[in-house]
Nanobody, 123 residues
């Protein structure tokens, strides 16, 4: 089992950048594929990005590729999401998630979740 805690959210203006972090604890971090998802008010949770167990592979939502970058540090038990050129439509609660299987865009395939961190982008 792994516990996840997100941080780094906040209120920013359109065009700004923000980096989210997710700190993991518990079982060996390198045994988990990590993902970021987000959920805006009144909308379903959507996939943002995922990274493989050894950082060799990444997967992005098509609409976000190029603006968002996922990375991980297995020694520090952290995964980060660098978000650039933010737009108001990026406003959501961002969740970190973990699974023992391979990369996936499907949120129901992830077994462990953090509590989320709010990102608000003003126009």
């Amino acid at each position: 089992q792994v516990q996840l805690v997100e941080s780094g959210g906040g209120l920013v203006q359109a065009g700004d950048s923000l980096k989210l972090s997710c700190a993991a604890s518990g079982r060996t971090f390198s045994g988990y594929t990590m993902g970021w998802f987000r959920q805006a008010p009144g909308k379903e949770r959507e996939f943002v990005a995922a990274i493989g167990k050894t950082s060799g592979n990444t997967l992005y939502a098509d609409a976000l590729k190029g603006r968002f970058t996922i990375s991980r540090d297995n020694a520090k038990y952290t995964v980060e999401l660098q978000m650039n050129t933010l737009i108001p439509e990026d406003t959501a609660v961002y969740y970190c998630a973990a699974r023992t299987g391979p990369l996936s865009r499907t949120y129901s395939f992830y077994d462990y979740w953090g509590q989320g961190t709010q990102v608000t982008v003003s126009s």
